[in-house]
């Protein structure tokens, strides 16, 4: 198992994958009756902007499966780079995480300025299982929640390559064909070839980071 699939793990365990799937059907036919019981909501101008309500109904969703702690992390509304309005931005134990609608799973949302920044903070030696605490730069690693498009045929956790705007470090399965429970099999974390001192290590590095530059609570 790879340091980024581990690591993710980490932050979103495995077991609260299926609110992820569960959310974004009870959002995307939210969206889709309120639509379709709205007459502004059908002019064509209307019409081209269908993802924006159900961007809004996604967020409702995953805001109040947070409060309800069906997903156990914590959030916050921050401001976009430009003061153009707020994102939900999901705030783990050591990451952050956003979600997008994308027209393709295989890439990265658009690139915009916000985006941009998060990506680059996940420039740590992920892919080295003997990486050095002094190749890593351990600020808040940021991942992805990614859906959509106009049909929900797709959602997938994923970590954003620091390298490339278009490429993923990591991409989780499609969660939209999971059960809605998942049952563990295999060899557990312990029984792994996996060293998982190596996430503790990152964790480390993170929260030294967070106190440096006066992140912490």
């Not at 379709?36 to 269908?50: E, F, G, H, M």
């Not at 134990?93 to 979600?99: D, E, G, R, V, W």
């Not at 990506?119 to 351990?138: H, I």
């Amino acid at each position: 198992m790879r340091i980024s699939e581990s690591f993710i793990k980490d932050q979103f365990p495995e077991k609260s994958w299926p609110v992820i799937p569960r959310v974004l059907r009870h959002a995307y036919a939210a969206a889709d009756a309120l639509i379709k019981d709205s007459p502004i909501l059908n002019v064509s101008s209307a019409q081209d902007n269908r993802g924006r309500i159900v961007t809004f109904a996604v967020d409702l969703g995953f805001e109040r499966a947070i409060e309800t702690a069906a997903i156990n992390c914590d959030y916050r509304w921050q401001e976009f780079e430009r003061p153009t309005g707020r994102y939900l931005q999901m705030r783990f134990s050591h990451s952050t995480a956003s979600i997008s609608q994308v027209p393709r799973p295989s890439r990265q949302p658009r690139n915009v300025c916000f985006r941009e920044n998060a990506r680059l903070k996940n420039q740590f030696d992920l892919d080295f299982l003997e990486f050095r605490e002094e190749k890593m730069r351990s600020e808040e690693p940021h991942f992805l929640i990614i859906h959509g498009y106009q049909e929900l045929a797709f959602a997938h956790l994923a970590l954003p390559s620091s390298t490339s705007k278009s490429e993923y470090e990591w991409k989780s399965k499609n969660l939209m064909g999971m059960p809605h429970e998942i049952v563990a099999e295999g060899p557990g974390f312990e029984d792994t070839d996996f060293d998982f001192d190596e996430v503790d290590l990152l964790k480390e590095g993170i929260e030294r980071w967070r106190r440096d530059n006066g992140e912490g609570d």
